[in-house]
């Protein structure tokens, strides 16, 4: 249950906070995530006229969503059907509601104060049969629902940029701090005598710079992705991240479209569960020398090439993703074009995956998608090139929506 508080003079008190911690980079530009109205409405009229939305790969710009409504009004134009009579107005009108127009210098903000409850039976979820063992750890009062999700007490954006180019972002917020084995009941800070403010301490939402031009866009900093269908889930970094800090870049050509990214993921120690304070790990493909990959001395490196082919009706997609824990932190240079680091004698302890993605229009209104990966690829068993005995791991996801 969510109650929201209207906003008093104590808007401006969190509202100057958050100005102040922001300060070193104050700078937004707006993305867009497939929940966002400005592409969920986008999705459904293309999805309405028979098409296949053409990206897979979130988030987008302004630029990005003006681009693909006018490239749906030029697809229907010419029929004559009723369906196509109505949503050329409705295509014309979400254009002019973007209130798109290139290289014009925006900035701006947006503030929120917001309280939230939540009340529900504070007992750990039920082990099945007692047969799980990190049960407790893994579904920990349902942490995503109940912490991830929960709605920050205060927020702050601020943006500049100029329109179909570049910008710069940065959002910051305060929520009641999170405590192990424990779930709030409201996202408002609780006093305790040892701390008078508990809030998280991780208050940046986002922050990244933003550029696009010649079918190249790209952005570096902290900012949510979704890698597959805006309908539905995906085995790729999606939606339910919070954010990545990484460095992506978009290239289009026609209808392929290329996205990769590089990213580090932040090494957090367990507290009071498996795998808290491993020393070293056991010698593997037997290779000599330990390594160790203890907390704090590693680096988890994230990367990934995607490729979309899109047409009218089809689109199809091919993504190959690699994680490596690097001893002592290491960071290539050769991390920055993600192919040199994956295809090297030398890769080291790493786990790499290939997911293959297709969505389908069949008549108006219907789009059918499915998604195929498989984990820690052995390529003894897909081509016979001896490796690891690590087996190949399959998953599959197959979608129906209709409008």
Known sequence: MEKVIHRTSTVFLFSTILFIVSLPQLFAYPLYMPDDREVSELVAIY???GYVFPPASFPLSTADIHELA??????ISGDESDQ????????????????????????????????????????PPVEAGGEDPVA???????????????????????????????????????????????????????????????????FLRSGYLAWRGGGFEGWFGRAPVHYGDADFNSFLPSARLPWLDAFTYRY??????????FATLENRQVTNGPGGTAEVLPTIDERPEPEVYDFGRTIIFNSMHRFI??????????????????????????DLFPVFSWHNAVVGHHNMHIVLDAAYAPFRGMSI??????????????????????PTIGAYLLGLSYR
């Open 136 to 202: 407790h750890y893994r579904f920990p009062f349902d942490f995503y629902h109940r912490f991830v999700e929960f709605p920050d007490m205060a927020k702050l954006a601020l943006w500049a940029g100029k329109t179909g180019s570049s910008g710069m972002h940065i959002s910051a917020g305060i929520k009641r701090e999170y405590l192990h084995n424990t779930s709030p009941e409201s996202n408002l800070f609780a006093y305790t005598e040892d701390d008078p403010f508990k809030i998280e301490n991780y």
């Open 84 to 123: 196509s009579r109505q949503l050329l107005p409705m295509l014309r009108e979400y254009r002019r509601a973007l209130n798109y127009a290139p290289n014009r210098v925006v900035q701006g903000h947006e503030y929120s104060l917001k309280g939230a409850a939540l009340f529900s039976d504070d007992s």
């Open 369 to 390: 998608y499915g998604q195929a990966g498989w984990d820690d690829i052995n390529a003894a068993d897909l081509f016979g090139i001896p490796d690891s005995g690590v």
């Open 70 to 75: 006018g490239r749906l009004i030029d697809n």
């Open 252 to 261: 289009s050509l026609g209808p392929l479209t290329m996205t990769s990214y």
């Open 47 to 49: 999805n309405r006229a």
């Open 309 to 334: 082919f899109s047409w009218d009706r089809f689109r199809f997609g091919v993504t190959s993703a690699h994680v490596a824990a690097r001893e002592n932190n290491a960071l290539h240079l050769g």
